[in-house]
């Protein structure tokens, strides 16, 4: 079974400092992966995601994860955070033949410092 | 346009009641996603249509009812909750189930529910 592992639940970071936020993930096919974030008491907003090609994604608000197939991580990252990127950061795989689900890993919350 | 709308923001509810959740999107999705989040924890999958066809049931307890009454618009039909369905239901949309590669899910604000 698919599973995903967030090692943070909680990083506190300097505003202007750099961010990365881990995902490792147990997957026997190749993974669909993707990166979301939800500010309090809001959905989930896509940041990037990863289907083939190029290991280096960038998304938006100045975000890029890197997958590693060696590794099994896809780790995110941000090289000067804003107090804005405060919020709930989820990684998720998804399973096409599993009806398109996704799982989650636990989630890392991220508290901006001024 | 990547916007999935839900209503109500939020609700309150007694545990006799009968209330009903919206989900809305107009991007042409043929699959459509509710989930339930409880506070600091991940979503959770309840259920998804495809074609309007409801394609899985993550063994969703039946006071629970969806509804996909077209493309476009998935209903979540609550009876009988309990204080332990209070949480955040979300819902998703994505083009569609069939294809090569897993598609990409667009969540909605979702509606924060509360069961008194």
């Known amino acids: 079974a698919q599973s995903v592992t967030q090692p943070d639940i909680h990083i506190t970071v300097s505003e202007g400092a750099s961010l990365e936020l881990r995902c490792n993930y147990s997957?026997?096919?190749?993974?669909?992966l993707f990166w979301y974030v939800q500010s309090p008491g809001q959905g989930l907003q896509l940041l990037l995601k990863?289907?083939?090609?190029?290991?280096l994604v960038q998304g938006i608000k100045g975000f890029e994860a890197e997958f590693k197939r060696s590794q099994s991580s896809f780790n995110l990252r941000k090289p000067s955070v804003h107090w804005s990127d405060a919020a709930e950061y989820f990684c998720?795989?998804?399973?096409?033949?599993?009806?398109?689900?996704?799982?989650f890993g636990g989630g890392t919350r991220v508290l901006v410092k001024p | 346009d990547t916007e999935v709308t839900q209503t109500p923001k939020h609700l309150v509810m007694g545990m006799t009641n009968k209330k009903s959740l919206k989900c809305e999107q107009h991007?042409?999705?043929?699959?459509m996603y509710w989930y339930k989040q409880k506070a600091k924890k991940p979503p959770e999958l309840m259920f998804v249509?495809?074609?309007?066809?409801?394609?899985i049931n993550e063994s969703v307890p039946s006071r629970f009812s969806p509804e996909c009454p077209n493309s476009s618009l998935l209903n979540l039909h609550l009876h009988a909750l309990q204080p332990e369905d209070s949480a955040l239901y979300l819902c998703?949309?994505?083009?569609?189930?069939?294809?090569?590669?897993?598609?990409?899910?667009?969540f909605g604000p979702g509606t924060r529910l509360t069961v008194l």
């Open positions: 998703a949309s994505s083009q569609a189930l069939s294809g090569a590669f897993t598609d990409t899910q667009y």
């Open positions: 997957y026997g096919a190749t993974p669909y």
């Open positions: 990863y289907f083939s090609g190029d290991t």
């Open positions: 998720a795989v998804g399973r096409k033949a599993a009806g398109n689900k996704l799982t």
């Open positions: 991007m042409g999705h043929r699959a």
């Open positions: 249509y495809s074609y309007e066809k409801l394609s």
